[in-house]
T-cell receptor, first 113, second 110 residues
Framework: DGGITQSPKYLFRKEGQNVTLSCEQN?????MYWYRQDPGQGLRLIYY???????QKGDIAEGYSVSREKKESFPLTVTSAQKNPTAFYLC????????????FGPGTRLTVL | KQEVTQIPAALSVPEGENLVLNCSFT??????LQWFRQDPGKGLTSLLL?????REQTSGRLNASLDKSSGRSTLYIAASQPGDSATYLC?????????FGAGTILRVKS
């Protein structure tokens, strides 16, 4: 059963903590993306990766970090430097970084206590 | 900088009506435009992808059009059903990323 999985579904963080959100895909896609969604707003791009061991900052990368050590995995770390991390985080992938459809995971809701 | 606007922000219609959702974008230099559906608390499901060289795409009761020169796209839903209730997002691809609108929240009443 192919697709994109994200874990956990819900995540609670205390202020000052770093947390890591998992994203795995078995679609054999080259490109992967992380977006943030806030209520009433569209998705905003945090980071993207076109190929293993390479990634680029999106529009709102401050306070976040990523790695791409394996083709199927693209974890996102929300650091303590991110001032307002409470949001819904969505991971996506596409065949290549060109004109292909992006496929999305189910999302992780992060809440800062 | 590309900006995407969706009108209306919310729409409530009785079951069976045909409806149109609107999307506009400021920079016509795009590769494609994509319409997504999002159910509450869920990820996005791709509905239709229109390449910049195309004028429209159809899938079942859905039809999406693209007028690149005027920076507009519409999503037409025929014979709406309560199961169509969701948020509909459009996104344009220019360069390496998608730029999303804020979405239209659709409610179809039975």
């Amino acid at each position: 059963d192919g697709g994109i999985t994200q874990s956990p579904k819900y995540l609670f963080r205390k202020e000052g903590q770093n947390v890591t959100l998992s994203c795995e895909q078995n679609l054999n896609h080259d490109a992967m993306y992380w977006y943030r969604q806030d209520p009433g707003q569209g998705l905003r791009l945090i980071y993207y990766s076109q190929i293993v061991n390479d990634f680029q900052k999106g529009d709102i990368a401050e306070g976040y970090s990523v790695s791409r050590e394996k083709k199927e995995s693209f974890p996102l770390t929300v650091t303590s430097a991110q001032k307002n991390p409470t949001a819904f985080y969505l991971c996506a992938s596409s065949m290549s970084d060109s004109t292909d459809t992006q496929y999305f995971g189910p999302g992780t809701r992060l809440t800062v206590l | 900088k590309q900006e995407v606007t969706q009108i209306p922000a919310a729409l409530s219609v009785p079951e069976g009506e045909n409806l149109v959702l609107n999307c506009s974008f400021t920079d016509s230099a795009i590769y494609n435009l994509q319409w997504f559906r999002q159910d509450p608390g869920k990820g996005l499901t791709s509905l239709l992808l229109i390449q910049s060289s195309q004028r429209e795409q159809t899938s079942g009761r859905l039809n999406a059009s693209l007028d690149k020169s005027s920076g507009r796209s519409t999503l037409y839903i025929a014979a709406s059903q309560p199961g169509d209730s969701a948020t509909y997002l459009c996104a344009v691809r220019g360069g390496n990323k998608l730029v999303f609108g804020a979405g239209t929240i659709l409610r179809v009443k039975s």
